[in-house]
């Protein structure tokens, strides 16, 4: 179900009676309670699966959000449940038989992701509910967040950003040059294990307000556009942070007025977003080749 269906707000152009009439709704406010912590939680994690390399692991730990989350509407508990219990234990799978070479990862990784999938369509199958539960569960909605889901979301992004806070400096020795950070005694693979968990956490955040298709897009696109605006790791993720925000809370407001899915408009503005940097920098680079070089001075005697 969508609010356009029942009520139709209308967007006035009177931004800040239109703010005022948004949250008047306190579904709305936990909505982007919801939204604000998912999006600093994602942006987060997600410069760290771009910088090491691991969107194919988040792709799958996404993926396995919709079984998870499908198997706890069927067994009557609630959802959230369902999603953060299958993300981080997929994630604790696809770390503990990871083998040290790509092929084997990628090979265990797409393994573990399409059994998983399939099992989430044969709950989807079993559940003889209304099909809005599962389009939800794939598309998601800002609809029914209650206060306490908002205080699980919460909970669990404080203890994902206390945990990267500690393991950071180490955690971004190993994901730029893993053997120099291990031949110095960095734990590399104990903090690719945790890391993993902590992808899992933050996946089953994020699938809450954007749905499990299409939480891979919150989690990587603000990350991968903020690395191409700057190499410089702290303003690289403050700037995945902002990025993210702006696309949660703009969605949340595009999809309060249009008729349209919420994950549809999320995932949109981070897209426009990533294509305005990477066009930006192809036009950067094209007037450096332009550009002519400047003479270089006589020398007289």
């Not at 291990?182 to 809450?208: H, I, M, N």
Request: charge should be positive; proline fraction near 5%; charged fraction near 10%.
């Amino acid at each position: 179900m969508l609010l356009a269906d029942a009520a139709a707000p209308a967007w006035s152009w009177n931004l800040i009676a239109d703010v005022q009439q948004m949250w008047s709704f306190p579904f709305m406010v936990n909505a982007f309670r919801a939204g604000a912590i998912t999006a600093v939680v994602s942006a987060v994690v997600g410069w760290f699966v771009v910088l090491r390399r691991q969107t194919f692991a988040a792709h799958t730990v996404s993926t396995v959000a919709f079984p998870g989350a499908a198997g706890a509407v069927l067994l009557g508990v609630g959802a959230v449940y369902g999603y953060f219990a299958l993300c981080v234990a997929a994630a604790l799978v696809i770390a503990a038989l990871r083998g040290s070479g790509d092929r084997e990862g990628a090979a265990l990784t797409g393994t573990v992701q399409a059994f998983l999938l399939a099992a989430g369509f044969l709950f989807i199958a079993l559940y003889k509910g209304l099909l809005e539960g599962p389009q939800t569960i794939l598309f998601g909605t800002f609809l029914g967040i209650t206060s306490a889901q908002v205080t699980v979301l919460a909970g669990a992004g404080i203890a994902v950003l206390a945990v990267l806070a500690l393991i950071g400096r180490p955690l971004l020795f190993a994901s730029v040059d893993p053997q120099v950070a291990a031949g110095r005694g960095v734990p590399v693979r104990a903090l690719s294990v945790l890391f993993l968990v902590l992808l899992g956490a933050a996946t089953a955040e994020a699938s809450q307000i954007t749905g499990t298709l299409l939480v891979f897009a919150l989690m990587v696109i603000p990350a991968a556009t903020a690395q191409t605006l700057t190499a410089r790791p702290g303003p690289s993720l403050a700037l995945a942070v902002l990025l993210a925000f702006a696309a949660t809370w703009l969605g949340l407001t595009a999809a309060y007025y249009a008729p349209y899915p919420l994950g549809f408009f999320v995932t949109s503005f981070a897209f426009a977003g990533y294509v305005l940097a990477r066009g930006g920098q192809a036009l950067y680079a094209i007037r450096g080749r332009l550009r002519p070089s400047l003479p270089a001075k006589e020398v007289t005697a």
